[in-house]
């Protein structure tokens, strides 16, 4: 179960990043670029925290 939610938010994240990567590109406002980088940010320190909760109770 472990290896399947890994591969599945790695790609979850690798999608988002691209999207939100045109769309900056596309825009180039300095207030959204920063509201996109700290969502990405937050998703990113989501995902690490539930997979460490994951391999922590995995042995329960």
Request: net charge positive.
């Given at each position: 179960m472990f290896k399947s939610n890994l591969l599945a938010g790695i790609i979850a994240i690798t999608m988002l990043?691209?999207?939100?990567?045109?769309?900056?590109?596309?825009?180039?406002?300095?207030?959204?670029?920063?509201i996109m980088v700290?969502?990405?940010?937050?998703?990113?320190?989501?995902?690490?925290?539930?997979?460490r909760e994951i391999r922590d109770n995995a042995g329960n």
């Open positions: 990043c691209t999207f939100l990567g045109f769309l900056m590109a596309w825009i180039k406002a300095v207030p959204l670029i920063a700290f969502v990405i940010g937050l998703m990113i320190y989501d995902f690490i925290k539930t997979m």
